[in-house]
């Protein structure tokens, strides 16, 4: 009962820019870390972006800072990330998931306390 829905996903052109959003249904994220992953084809999924259930911490790769920005909207249940300047290798399919009892960093690197995932959306970059 407790899902994530990512959407906004698509193809962009190199220098464009995407909103992605992640919905919650049978739960509230208001206590909730959120993370942002990617993973491309034939590599590890990585963290991209965390933020804290009190938007006190928020971590982001190396490789997207200044170009992506997490938010959240509690009150409509949903996380964004706002990403720009995309290039190709930011093509992957994007998830967004939820944990508690956890810091950004481990989140985000160490993939820790992650209880629900959603299904992906598909960022393409290219030409």
């Known amino acids: 009962q407790l899902q994530l829905v990512e959407s906004g996903g698509g193809l962009v052109q190199p220098g464009g820019s995407l909103r992605l959003s992640c919905a919650a249904s049978?739960?509230?994220?208001?206590?909730?870390?959120i993370g942002w992953f990617r993973q491309a084809p034939g590599k590890e999924r990585e963290g991209v972006s965390c933020?804290?259930?009190?938007?006190?911490?928020?971590y982001y790769r190396e490789s997207v800072k200044g170009r992506f920005t997490i938010s959240r909207d509690n009150a409509k249940n949903t996380v964004y990330l706002q990403i720009n300047s995309l290039k190709p290798e930011d093509t992957a399919v994007y998830y967004c998931?939820?944990?508690?009892?956890?810091?950004?960093?481990?989140?985000?690197?160490?993939?820790?306390?992650?209880?629900?995932w959603g299904q992906g959306t598909l960022v393409t970059v290219s030409s």
């Open positions: 998931a939820a944990g508690r009892f956890t810091s950004v960093q481990a989140m985000c690197v160490r993939k820790r306390n992650l209880e629900v």
């Open positions: 049978g739960f509230t994220l208001d206590y909730y870390a």
């Open positions: 933020i804290s259930s009190s938007e006190s911490s928020i």
